[in-house]
C-alpha cells in the first residue's frame, strides 16, 4: 500500500538539521506500516525496530533512564547492530514508556547525525495522563522534549491515497484538470464520482483498504471497519479520568452522525445526556479530540477576522476521523452509495464530514460560519491572506448564505463542492470544485497557493 506520507519522511532524513520524529495519529491508521516497512526496509539495509508493547526487556530497561548514550549501549549490545546515520533506530508504541520520548532531547543534543523515529497510538492521551498522575503525587518526573523534536502528522488514507492504491491513471487524469483548471470529460467526471461514492463506504482505515482492494468485497471491507470501530470503544478504558468519563467518551463518539444529521448541527450535549452541559463533557472531548478520532469545527460569526480562532467554545460541530467508520455509524444501506437514485438522497452530511477529514489530513484548522438562523457556510479557510467561504452541497442549487456572507465579508470568493464538474461563474465569483478534487484544494490551502 503506498503513502503519500512516506515523501514527507524522505524530506525529513534528507534534512541537514534534522531532529528525531514522533509520528502522531489515531489506531490503525498505518504508522508501524510507514516507518518500518515502507520507510526502513526499503531504503535501508539495516534498521532496529524495538515494539516497547511486546518487548517487555527493552521497556524494562528504557524506562530506568533517558539516558542516550545508555540506549545506544544498550541496543548495541541487545540487538547486534550499531546505529548510525544510515541505521535509522524506531521506538514504536511510545506510551508504553514515556522515558523514551524524554531520551529525544538526548538523541537531539548527543547524537544528532541518528536518525531517531519514535511512533505509538494515543501518544498525547498517555501524557495527559501522566502529567495528572504527577500532579497526584507521583515520584517520576517526565520531561516533555519541547523544541527538541520533529514531528509528523498521519491520517486514514485521505482520496488521493485511496486513488493511489485504486486507479492511478484516474489521479492523474483529475490532477491534470484541477491544474488545467478544467473540467473532467462526463465520463471521466462520472468515473471520478463512483470511486468517490466508493470511497465514502470503505473509508481510508488501511486494514478496510487493503481487504477491499484484496477481495473486492463491500462486506469484509465493513467488517473490518466495525472491528476497528469496537476497537476504538473499548481504547477508550484507557488514559480516562474516571469511569463516568469512559462511558460520556463513548456517548459523544457512537452519536456524532446523528448530531451532525440534524437542522442544527451543532453538538448538542442535552440532546445525548439530558441535563448535562458541555463543562460535564469536556474531559470527553479532549480525549476523543487527543486520539484524534474526532474533529472538532469551531464556530464564526459575522464578520470574520484572522488568524481564525475559537469564538464560542460552547458552539461546536464533530466529524469522524473516517468516512467508513462514518457510513457504519450511520447505519445506512452500502447500496444506497451505489444507486445512482438512492444516492440523490444521501444526507449532506456524508459529504461535509469527508471534506473535514481531507481538510485534518493537511492539517488544516476547521471552522465554520453562520449568520443569523438561516444562513452558514459548512467551512470557512484562509487563503492568502483572504477568508474563503465554502459551501458543501449534493449537487446543484444556489449559495443562499453568500449575499449575508458579503455583507460583512466583502470580496470574498467562495467555493462551492458538490458533484457538478470543475467550474468558475466569474459574474459571482463563485468556484465549483468537484468532490474528488478536495484532496487537490486541501494541499494549495495547506501550502497557501492563491486560489483568488
Given at each position: 500500500?503506498?503513502?503519500?506520507?512516506?515523501?514527507?519522511?524522505?524530506?525529513?532524513?534528507?534534512?541537514?538539521?534534522?531532529?528525531?520524529?514522533?509520528?502522531w495519529?489515531?489506531?490503525?491508521?498505518?504508522?508501524?506500516?510507514?516507518?518500518k516497512?515502507?520507510?526502513?526496509?526499503?531504503?535501508?539495509?539495516?534498521?532496529?525496530?524495538?515494539?516497547?508493547?511486546?518487548?517487555?526487556?527493552?521497556?524494562?530497561?528504557?524506562?530506568?533512564?533517558?539516558?542516550?548514550?545508555?540506549?545506544?549501549?544498550?541496543?548495541?549490545?541487545?540487538?547486534?547492530?550499531?546505529?548510525?546515520?544510515?541505521?535509522?533506530?524506531?521506538?514504536?508504541?511510545?506510551?508504553?514508556?514515556?522515558?523514551?520520548?524524554?531520551?529525544?532531547?538526548?538523541?537531539?543534543?548527543?547524537?544528532?547525525?541518528?536518525?531517531?523515529?519514535?511512533?505509538?497510538?494515543?501518544?498525547?492521551?498517555?501524557?495527559?495522563?501522566?502529567?495528572?498522575?504527577m500532579?497526584?503525587?507521583?515520584?517520576?518526573?517526565?520531561?516533555?522534549?519541547?523544541?527538541?523534536?520533529?514531528?509528523?502528522?498521519?491520517?486514514?488514507?485521505?482520496?488521493?491515497?485511496?486513488?493511489?492504491?485504486?486507479?492511478?491513471?484516474?489521479?492523474?487524469?483529475?490532477?491534470?484538470?484541477?491544474?488545467?483548471?478544467?473540467?473532467?470529460?462526463?465520463?471521466?467526471?462520472?468515473?471520478?464520482?463512483?470511486?468517490?461514492?466508493?470511497?465514502?463506504?470503505?473509508?481510508?482505515?488501511?486494514?478496510?483498504?487493503?481487504?477491499?482492494?484484496?477481495?473486492?468485497?463491500?462486506?469484509?471491507?465493513?467488517?473490518?471497519?466495525?472491528?476497528?470501530?469496537?476497537?476504538?470503544?473499548?481504547?477508550?478504558?484507557?488514559?480516562?479520568?474516571?469511569?463516568?468519563?469512559?462511558?460520556?467518551?463513548?456517548?459523544v463518539?457512537?452519536?456524532?452522525?446523528?448530531?451532525?444529521?440534524?437542522?442544527?448541527?451543532?453538538?448538542?450535549?442535552?440532546?445525548?445526556?439530558?441535563?448535562?452541559?458541555?463543562?460535564?463533557?469536556?474531559?470527553a472531548?479532549?480525549?476523543?479530540?487527543?486520539?484524534?478520532?474526532?474533529?472538532?469545527?469551531?464556530?464564526?460569526?459575522?464578520?470574520?477576522?484572522?488568524?481564525?480562532?475559537?469564538?464560542?467554545?460552547?458552539?461546536?460541530?464533530?466529524?469522524?476521523?473516517?468516512a467508513?467508520?462514518?457510513?457504519?455509524?450511520?447505519?445506512?444501506?452500502?447500496?444506497?452509495?451505489?444507486?445512482?437514485?438512492?444516492?440523490?438522497?444521501?444526507?449532506?452530511?456524508?459529504?461535509?464530514?469527508?471534506?473535514?477529514?481531507?481538510?485534518?489530513?493537511?492539517?488544516?484548522?476547521?471552522?465554520?460560519?453562520?449568520?443569523?438562523?438561516?444562513?452558514?457556510?459548512?467551512?470557512?479557510?484562509?487563503?492568502?491572506?483572504?477568508?474563503?467561504?465554502?459551501?458543501?452541497?449534493?449537487?446543484?442549487?444556489?449559495?443562499?448564505?453568500?449575499?449575508?456572507?458579503?455583507?460583512s465579508n466583502?470580496?470574498?470568493?467562495?467555493?462551492?463542492?458538490?458533484?457538478?464538474?470543475?467550474?468558475?461563474?466569474?459574474e459571482?465569483d463563485?468556484?465549483?470544485?468537484?468532490?474528488?478534487?478536495?484532496?487537490?484544494?486541501?494541499?494549495?490551502?495547506?501550502?497557501?497557493?492563491?486560489?483568488?
Amino acid at each position: 500500500m503506498e503513502r503519500t506520507k512516506l515523501n514527507e519522511l524522505k524530506r525529513w532524513y534528507a534534512k541537514k538539521n534534522r531532529k528525531p520524529l514522533v509520528v502522531w495519529g489515531a489506531r490503525q491508521v498505518g504508522k508501524t506500516y510507514l516507518v518500518k516497512d515502507l520507510f526502513a526496509k526499503k531504503e535501508f539495509k539495516n534498521f532496529v525496530y524495538i515494539d516497547l508493547k511486546k518487548d517487555d526487556e527493552a521497556r524494562n530497561f528504557f524506562a530506568t533512564t533517558s539516558n542516550a548514550e545508555k540506549y545506544l549501549g544498550y541496543i548495541e549490545a541487545r540487538y547486534g547492530k550499531k546505529i548510525t546515520e544510515n541505521v535509522p533506530l524506531i521506538f514504536d508504541e511510545v506510551q508504553q514508556c514515556h522515558q523514551v520520548l524524554s531520551a529525544l532531547k538526548y538523541f537531539k543534543q548527543d547524537y544528532p547525525e541518528l536518525p531517531v523515529i519514535a511512533t505509538g497510538s494515543m501518544v498525547r492521551l498517555s501524557i495527559k495522563y501522566e502529567e495528572s498522575r504527577m500532579k497526584g503525587g507521583a515520584k517520576d518526573e517526565f520531561l516533555f522534549p519541547v523544541g527538541a523534536i520533529d514531528s509528523l502528522n498521519m491520517y486514514p488514507l485521505n482520496f488521493e491515497e485511496y486513488l493511489l492504491n485504486t486507479n492511478k491513471v484516474l489521479l492523474q487524469k483529475i490532477k491534470e484538470a484541477y491544474r488545467a483548471k478544467k473540467p473532467l470529460e462526463q465520463p471521466i467526471h462520472e468515473l471520478a464520482l463512483n470511486y468517490l461514492y466508493e470511497f465514502l463506504t470503505v473509508g481510508g482505515m488501511p486494514e478496510a483498504v487493503d481487504i477491499f482492494i484484496e477481495e473486492k468485497s463491500y462486506v469484509d471491507s465493513k467488517n473490518a471497519v466495525k472491528e476497528i470501530y469496537d476497537n476504538y470503544l473499548a481504547d477508550m478504558d484507557s488514559y480516562n479520568v474516571s469511569s463516568e468519563t469512559i462511558l460520556k467518551t463513548r456517548n459523544v463518539f457512537r452519536n456524532i452522525f446523528a448530531q451532525l444529521n440534524k437542522e442544527n448541527k451543532n453538538f448538542k450535549v442535552t440532546q445525548i445526556d439530558k441535563g448535562k452541559s458541555n463543562r460535564d463533557y469536556f474531559n470527553a472531548y479532549q480525549w476523543l479530540e487527543l486520539a484524534r478520532i474526532v474533529y472538532r469545527s469551531r464556530k464564526k460569526t459575522g464578520r470574520v477576522v484572522l488568524p481564525l480562532m475559537e469564538e464560542d467554545k460552547g458552539l461546536f460541530r464533530l466529524y469522524l476521523s473516517d468516512a467508513g467508520m462514518f457510513a457504519y455509524q450511520s447505519k445506512i444501506s452500502q447500496a444506497d452509495f451505489f444507486v445512482k437514485e438512492k444516492r440523490n438522497s444521501l444526507s449532506g452530511v456524508f459529504y461535509e464530514n469527508y471534506v473535514a477529514t481531507e481538510f485534518a489530513s493537511r492539517d488544516i484548522s476547521l471552522f465554520y460560519w453562520t449568520g443569523g438562523s438561516s444562513h452558514e457556510f459548512e467551512f470557512i479557510v484562509e487563503n492568502n491572506g483572504k477568508i474563503l467561504p465554502i459551501d458543501v452541497k449534493r449537487g446543484s442549487g444556489k449559495l443562499n448564505s453568500l449575499e449575508a456572507f458579503r455583507k460583512s465579508n466583502p470580496k470574498s470568493t467562495a467555493i462551492k463542492i458538490s458533484t457538478n464538474n470543475y467550474g468558475y461563474n466569474a459574474e459571482n465569483d463563485i468556484l465549483t470544485i468537484p468532490l474528488y478534487e478536495v484532496f487537490l484544494l486541501a494541499d494549495d490551502l495547506a501550502n497557501n497557493v492563491s486560489l483568488t
